[in-house]
């Protein structure tokens, strides 16, 4: 993007979109490519997740969109403003959940509230006024006094989520916001940000977790080795697989002839070997099972365990890339 | 809550840099205790046993200079070691576990200003520790020697000295802050604070060492130097000191030669 057509076409995404990269890339001094070209809009509401595994460049993405990480090539916009090019007016922009617990251990929970008011301009009686109403909003109104070190995990991402939210930010971003929580904190948090989502707040996440992906994000993008693989709303994500069931077969013998046998089957669409098992992808087909499962015997396997799945955001990625989310 | 509760219209570079300054000097009234046992402990042995305990016993140190007591020679060189012991413990310390294992500087990194405003607020919110410890010194230095000191205080050069010289120490304590990692610090003692404090013109004026030229001159790195003999200028001319201009112009170029490369180590932990 270069001249006037850069300024003609900032303005038109800064009002429908709170983020817009194009072509966002970062390099690591020592030529990691950790964010390839990356093209993103974000619109304003949303509810948006970066998904992919570890390495993928996500964490990344989100330290060049809240003024962190230098980008090396690209632009991206912020409420409509350049990170590079004015990292302190799109800081006042944004609230940010880091990965690790960022929390003033040197101060109380209140205090915590109190004094980030302050960095963001309030006055005296502002800020004592704000800290009260998160405090009381996020259930830590009896821990006010309390040491932040005192907090438990669930409780500490709380009062990280409440100082991000304390200055009114155009875009949260939340890296990774549930990784090392209990399941219970882990739900409560997912219903706070879809209370946030209902409000209106545009919120940017990042996870490895398909199942937070396809429950909290309305459009998710997924991401590997700095790139974008697929973009869309979860359901669409999982119906560009082309297949409504997914048959997962254990059996002894070949695993490859078996899943070139059952690709024979009328209504299956593809099969592969992934983990020991073929799975078999297929339309919603009347009488598919007991056709595969004859199919195999007439290959010269024996089936040792059928199961049936819908595809899930995971098997969209293994299926885009060919490797587990895990790995 | 609507999805915008509170406006915040001062917003700017400048009140976030205020409320920096105002949480560091929270952090300060939460732990005084704290403060004031780090601030005072080692001043306090040093005046207790070389001016106290030690004509005590009929053991000594001389003034180099005519009757001079040693107390009067020591307590400029006490207040310098303690204004820059507080740059260490103000900004040096605090940051080496920022940037190492809480990450903490995260967050202040967020605040709404540019991340060299980030690093020369810790300069500022150290040396106003640093002017702090100075002034706790004085009643020290006034009760515990057996010898008072005999203080001629010039009033111009001791607001000058005295708060130059606190920016000095802070301006360090940033530069190393931003250098070490948090297992090297009792390395950083050892290779940095000791040498600096020990041959830092505190226990004798710079002037004498012309008995030893060589360390005469290799201390001349050494900012304690010019803080002690700021000080010296300020409190107890009569004993002798540096030219004030070397002085001055020492207080003023190693704050901007530390602070600079504070900064900038700082924007390179901090930015990737």
């Given at each position: ?11 038109a995404?800064?009002i ?25 809009r ?36 912020v ?7 004015d ?6 922009r ?42 009381g ?31 009114a ?19 409560a ?36 080795a ?49 983990d ?48 587990d989310?895990?790995? | ?34 403060f ?6 080692q001043?306090?042995?040093l ?39 507080k ?38 919110a ?35 000295v ?5 920016f ?26 000791l040498?600096?404090?020990f ?12 008995a ?23 409190l ?37």
């Open positions: 993007m270069t001249g006037s057509a850069a300024a003609v076409d900032r303005r995404t800064a429908e979109h709170r983020i817009a990269t194009e072509g966002l890339t970062k390099v690591y001094p020592g030529g990691l490519r950790a964010v390839d070209g990356l093209d993103l974000v619109r304003g509401g949303e509810i948006f997740g970066l998904l992919g595994p570890n390495g993928a460049g996500k964490t990344t993405t989100i330290g060049m969109l809240t003024t962190r990480v230098v980008p090396t090539g690209g632009v991206a916009l409420d409509g403003i350049d990170v590079s090019a990292p302190v007016a799109v800081k006042r944004i609230g940010v959940v880091p990965q690790t617990n960022t929390l003033d251990r040197s101060l109380s929970v209140r205090e915590n509230l109190l004094f980030h008011c302050r960095y963001f301009g309030m006055s005296g009686s502002q800020a004592r006024a704000r800290a009260d109403e998160l405090l909003r996020f259930r830590l109104a009896e821990r006010g006094d309390a040491k932040v070190e005192t907090l438990s995990g669930g409780m500490a991402q709380r009062l990280m989520v409440a100082r991000a939210l304390a200055h930010p155009a875009v949260l971003f939340l890296d990774e916001p549930t990784t090392g929580l209990d399941p219970q904190s882990r739900l948090l997912w219903e706070l940000l879809g209370e946030l989502h209902a409000e209106g707040q545009t919120i940017l996440l990042t996870t490895h977790a398909m199942d937070e992906a396809d429950r909290l994000c309305e459009r998710v993008a997924i991401m590997d700095g790139r974008i693989l697929a973009l869309g709303s979860p359901s669409e994500l999982k119906r560009s697989l082309e297949a409504e069931t997914i048959v997962t077969m254990q059996a002894d013998g070949d695993l490859e002839v078996l899943a070139a046998a059952l690709g024979d089957v009328p209504g299956v669409t593809s099969t592969d070997v992934h020991g098992a073929v799975r078999a992808f297929a339309g919603r087909v009347a009488g598919l099972l007991p056709r595969l499962v004859l199919r195999a015997e007439r290959a010269g396997t024996t089936v040792t365990d059928v199961s049936v799945t819908e595809p899930t955001l995971e098997t969209v990625f293994i299926a885009l890339t060919g490797k989310l895990r790995e | 809550m609507s999805r915008r509760p509170v406006e915040a219209p001062r917003a700017t570079a400048l009140a976030a840099f205020a409320g920096l300054l105002l949480r560091d000097l929270r952090v300060v009234t939460n732990e005084r205790g704290r004031l046992l780090r601030t005072l402990s001043p306090l042995l005046v207790f046993v070389f001016t106290y305990v030690f004509p005590k016993i009929g053991q000594g140190f001389r003034a180099p200079a005519g009757d001079e007591s040693f107390t009067t020679v020591l307590v400029p060189g006490v207040i310098a070691i303690a204004v820059l012991i740059g260490i413990q103000a900004v040096a310390l605090p940051l080496v576990q920022e940037f190492g294992y809480t990450s903490e500087i995260e967050d202040r990194v967020m605040a709404p200003l540019p991340v060299w405003a980030v690093a020369v607020e810790k300069i500022v150290g040396a106003v520790q640093g002017l702090i410890a100075a002034l706790l010194v004085f009643p020290i230095a006034a009760v515990v020697p057996a010898e008072p000191a005999a203080l001629q205080i010039s009033w111009p050069a001791l607001v000058v005295g708060l130059l010289a606190p000095a120490a802070s301006a360090l304590g940033l530069a190393l802050g931003t250098m070490v990692e948090p297992n090297q610090v009792p390395l950083m003692f050892s290779v940095v604070i040498p600096i404090t041959l830092g013109a505190t226990y004798y004026p710079w002037a004498r060492l012309d030893i030229p060589w360390l005469q001159a290799v201390t001349l790195l050494n900012p304690l130097v010019y803080m002690a003999e700021g000080y010296r200028m300020a107890t001319p009569q004993i002798g000191h540096m030219p004030g201009v070397a002085i001055y112009a020492a207080l003023v170029a190693f704050p901007v030669g530390m602070g600079v490369l504070g900064v900038r180590g700082f924007r390179q932990r901090v930015l990737s």
